[in-house]
């Protein structure tokens, strides 16, 4: 199985094994170390444009901030989501302090807000964390 990420310095679209967790996953061109969690790629705004606009699986983004403690309570939901669905979604977090422009385009207006992408249109979104199944559930209706 695979997922797909930006990478941070050149923004170009990796193809990610997650077969094999343990190594840490570099930019196929550069060489920059590509930031994963679990999973979860951290991306930045142009990285999150490349990313919806190049990916052949559905784009889960999760908009967040340092700052906000569900948030924070919610990522390792996430994180365990991405292991469970990995190969059917390209799972992506946004840190919406460090990159304000990276949510601004979809009028985010609180956080957590997560949003699903295919074929560079957003296809639903969703305000507040949930939990695991809640969000799983979610992630699932309509998709095939
Ligand atoms: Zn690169």
């Known amino acids: 199985m695979e997922t797909y990420a930006p990478c941070p310095s050149c923004h170009r679209l ?5 077969d094999s967790e343990a190594r840490k996953p570099v930019c196929g061109v550069c060489k920059t170390g590509i930031p994963m969690h679990s999973q979860v790629v951290e991306v930045d ?5 490349k990313l919806i606009r190049k990916s052949p699986l559905p784009v889960v983004v999760d908009f967040w901030a340092p700052w906000c403690g569900p948030c924070r309570m919610f990522a390792p939901t996430f994180e365990q989501a991405s292991r469970d669905l990995g190969g059917r979604f ?13 949510a601004a385009p979809f009028g985010i207006r609180s ?3 997560l949003m699903v992408f295919e074929n560079g249109n957003e296809k639903k979104r969703q ?3 949930a939990p695991l199944d809640a969000f799983k559930a979610w992630l699932a209706q309509g998709s095939v």
Do not use: C, D, M, Y
């Open 127 to 129: 305000s507040g964390a």
């Open 45 to 49: 705004a142009v990285g999150l444009q």
């Open 111 to 113: 956080i957590p807000t």
């Open 14 to 18: 990796n193809r990610i094994s997650i």
């Open 90 to 102: 390209v799972f992506a977090k946004l840190n919406t302090e460090a990159h304000p422009e990276g």
